[in-house]
Structure formats: C-alpha cells, structure tokens
C-alpha cells in the first residue's frame, strides 16, 4: 500500500542521512579528520612504501565520504605547495606516515607518481568540499574547481568517472563542480530504487563494474 511505501522510505531515509552524515560530520572535526586519515592515508601508504624505489602509478575508488578522504589525499601528493601556510601538507606532521608521505610528494614533483584513474562512487564532494573557505569563495563567485591538484590532466584521456544514481539521496554528480576537462566523466546509474540501497549497491551493479573496468583497463594499457 502507499501508506507502507512511505513508512518504508521515511525509514531508509532516516537510516541514511543518520548513518551517512555522521560520518562527514566527524571527519568535518578537527580530531576526526585527524583520526580518519591516520587510519585511512596509513594504509595506502603501507602498501605503498615497498615501491619507493619504483614509479607509481595510482588507481583510487572513493565511495561516499571515501570520496572526499581520496580528494584530500591526493590533494595532499599533487597540489602546489603555495597551498599551505607551512609550505606542505598537515599530514606532514603525522608522527608514524608523516615522513613516508612526504617521501612520496616528493616522488610525484620528480615525475616518479602519477594518478592513472580515480572512481567515485556516491560522491559527497560537492558538499564536503565546503569545508574550505577558498572553495566556497571560488564557487560563490560562479568559479569551478581547478582538477589538476589531485593530478587530473586538463585533456584526455579519462582519468576520472563518477557515478551516481537520482535516487541517492547523499550524492550527486559533481558536474559544474569542476572546470570542463575531457578527462572527467559523469556517469549515471540505477543501483536502487530506496534512498539506502542506492547508496550502497554501487559494489555490486554491473554497469558500474564494467565502466570501472573499462577505465582501469584503458589507463593500464596506455602506459604499457
């Protein structure tokens, strides 16, 4: 009946927005975030380390505020160093990853790091961005976001898909967000019909695996 289908749906939106803002909530405070990266960059860069001597080419899959902690991280490694008031990035002072990230900036200002692909899945970007004075300033002035201080190239080819589906109520494509760039595509999808499944079926919808793959696979064979 429709009285059960709204009861349904005020609940997986009550779910969702507690579940999925609590999360940017905590990770918008200062401990939080600082917790969350510890946790986060610390394991990207155990599994890193062991190529310090080596290129690195990254591929990253964000989902929901995923997206945002893989925005920070790579904004950490490609944006200019005029970014900062100290001239580096705040995780530079983490006491266990602080120096091994450092090491690996320093790999992507010689050309030794580069990003092959990013994926963004339920992305809350446009909203977690706003943390940032400068982004709001930059947007409120009718401006957009310049992508290459997270490594994206201004021209092709693709680097960046993100996926959304209308009925995700935490996301939205990030269209606009961004200045044109041939090497950033949205892409719309149909992982549920429900505020929650939306969100969390991406992992399991095959147009998104096969766009995800497609991607990975074309970056891989270009830099062969």
Request: neutral net charge; proline residues 3%; hydrophobic residues 40%.
């Amino acid at each position: 009946s429709l009285l059960f289908f709204l009861r349904s749906l005020y609940k997986q939106l009550r779910v969702s927005l507690i579940l999925g803002f609590a999360d940017a909530v905590y990770y918008s405070s200062e401990d939080g975030e600082k917790a969350v990266r510890e946790a986060v960059y610390g394991q990207v860069l155990d599994k890193v380390a062991k190529y310090e001597n080596d290129e690195v080419c990254l591929h990253v899959i964000g989902h929901s505020l995923g997206c945002t902690v893989a925005f920070d991280f790579l904004y950490g490694l490609f944006a200019p160093s005029k970014s900062w008031k100290a001239g580096k990035p705040d995780f530079a002072e983490s006491e266990k990853y602080g120096s091994l990230f450092m090491k690996l900036r320093r790999k992507q200002e010689n050309g030794e790091l580069r990003l092959g692909s990013k994926v963004s899945l339920a992305s809350q970007l446009p909203a977690t961005l706003l943390r940032k004075q400068k982004v709001v300033d930059i947007l409120s002035s009718g401006g957009r976001l310049d992508p290459s201080v997270i490594g994206i190239r201004a021209e092709k080819p693709l680097q960046w898909k993100i996926f959304y589906d209308i009925d995700d109520v935490l996301s939205f494509p990030t269209r606009n967000l961004f200045k044109n760039n041939e090497a950033i595509m949205d892409v719309q999808v149909d992982t549920g019909d429900l505020p929650s499944s939306a969100h969390n079926n991406y992992w399991t919808n095959n147009a998104v695996a096969k766009e995800v793959a497609e991607l990975l696979l074309n970056s891989v064979n270009r830099n062969i």
